[in-house]
């Protein structure tokens, strides 16, 4: 079991740019989650993967922002013009389908975004 | 809305007992989980309670009760490793996206 993995661990760019994080969930697990949280705060649901299908979006995600998770395998968080106010640390989790309560994180992404 | 309440922090000593309380205002309500996150760090699963009652898991254990929205983490033999920030978040639907509270900071002294 290698765990979820996030690349990159970190990424530092210019408003205006668009980026690109990548979540590689534990292999078995067909559910996938992408959260945002920043300091102080718990994370932030941003939207939820079963298998390819991506069933449910937050609100609160703009129209920048899109994520994919092509064969049900990785996912890809894409942000285009990001802002200031995108800085954040941008979790990736994974669970198997019999529980979704218990979930697992890989390390986070963490955007500045100058 | 939907909305978590815990306590901002909690500061107890090496050794000792806390609790950490969690109540919640959910639109629906499939189960209370508990994470554990250091400084830095991403969230580690600690517990999930779906059903009212106590679940131990060694030195941690979690509580339900679904009529009374509440719930709460025991810690015993509080350890300095223990030192962290605690959530609770509630699994509103089937979907199992988690809402979370805004987290507990357990503040451990010698």
């Known amino acids: 079991d290698t765990g979820v993995s996030q690349n990159p661990r970190h990424k530092i760019t210019k408003r205006g740019q668009n980026v690109t994080f990548r979540c590689d969930p534990i292999?078995?697990?067909?559910?996938l989650y992408w959260y945002r949280q920043t300091l102080g705060q718990g994370p932030e649901f941003l939207t939820y993967?079963?298998?390819?299908?991506?069933?449910?979006k937050s609100r609160l995600l703009s129209d920048r922002f899109s994520a994919e998770r092509p064969k049900g395998s990785f996912s890809t968080l894409e942000i285009q013009r990001t802002e200031q106010g995108d800085s954040a640390m941008y979790l990736c989790?994974?669970?198997?389908?019999?529980?979704?309560?218990?979930?697992?994180f890989g390390p986070g992404t963490r955007l500045t975004v100058t | 809305g939907q909305s978590l309440e815990q306590p901002s922090e909690v500061t107890a000593v090496e050794g000792a007992i806390v609790q950490i309380n969690c109540t919640y205002q959910?639109?629906?309500?499939?189960?209370l989980s508990w994470y554990q996150q250091h400084d830095g760090g991403a969230p580690t699963f600690l517990s999930y309670?779906?059903l009212d009652g106590l679940e131990e898991t060694g030195r941690f254990s979690s509580f339900l009760s679904r009529s009374d929205s509440y719930g709460y983490l025991l810690l015993q033999e509080l350890q300095m490793k223990d030192s962290a920030s605690y959530f609770c978040?509630?699994?509103?639907?089937?979907?199992?996206?988690?809402?979370w509270g805004a987290g507990t900071k357990l503040i451990i002294k010698p």
């Open positions: 989790a994974s669970s198997p389908s019999t529980d979704g309560g218990e979930q697992y």
């Open positions: 292999s078995e697990h067909n559910r």
């Open positions: 993967f079963q298998n390819e299908a991506q069933l449910e």
């Open positions: 959910t639109s629906g309500f499939y189960g």
């Open positions: 309670n779906a």
């Open positions: 978040a509630v699994n509103p639907d089937s979907n199992y996206q988690l809402i």
